[in-house]
């Protein structure tokens, strides 16, 4: 394991993500809508940065994946607040693909919220399959399998408070 970006650096650019929130915002309430699971350490960390009046919900994105085909995307907003006439900020670990937190806004536009922004931890370079772009975003990263600060390997890792990429030897040692 090799950290990538060392507590102080995560500290450093969630406060620079949460200042660029405040300053799109300033003080209109806002509808914090958090995609589990890898997003809980993020969210626990920006909202306590951010200074408007502020709701906090969770929804769950989740993949089936067929051999070949990407999987459908099941979205379960359940745990969601009402967003109609909403500001809804969501935030999410990291943007890979794209294809998650693209289909997850545009789940959210059809509740009819009156704007839907995103932010996101990382994002990896290189490796967008969408058009769509997240508004705020704390650090770009190369493309490598990244885990730590909310982000898993086979739900491990999650509470390591940097972020790290995995080797070969870890990748081997983790318990299915
Ligand atoms: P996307 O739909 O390809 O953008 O994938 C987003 C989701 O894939 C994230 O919310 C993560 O759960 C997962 N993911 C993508 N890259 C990584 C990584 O490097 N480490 C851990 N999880 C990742
Ligand atoms: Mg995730």
Not at 4 to 20: F, T, Y
Not at 62 to 68: A, E, I, N, P
Request: charged content about 25%; aromatic content about 6%; hydrophobic content about 45%.
């Amino acid at each position: 394991m090799k950290i990538l970006l060392d507590e102080r650096q995560v500290r450093a650019g969630v406060l620079r993500m949460a200042e660029a929130i405040g300053a799109e915002y300033g003080s209109r309430p806002l509808t914090v809508i958090a995609v589990m699971t890898g997003s809980v350490v993020l969210l626990a960390d920006l909202i306590r940065l951010l200074a408007m009046p502020l709701r906090v919900g969770v929804l769950q994105a989740s993949s089936y994946k067929g051999s070949t085909e990407r999987g459908e995307l099941i979205i379960n907003a359940d745990l969601m607040p009402d967003v109609t006439d909403h500001d809804v900020l969501v935030v999410d670990d990291i943007f890979d693909t794209g294809h998650t937190l693209t289909k997850v806004v545009a789940r959210l536009r059809q509740l009819r919220p009156t704007s839907v922004r995103t932010s996101v931890l990382l994002r990896k370079a290189g490796r967008q399959e969408v058009a769509y772009e997240p508004d705020f975003v704390a650090f770009e990263i190369p493309d490598e399998f990244v885990v730590g600060y909310g982000l898993d390997y086979r739900d491990a890792y999650r509470n390591l408070p940097y972020i790290a990429t995995l080797d070969e030897d870890d990748i081997a040692s983790t318990l299915p």
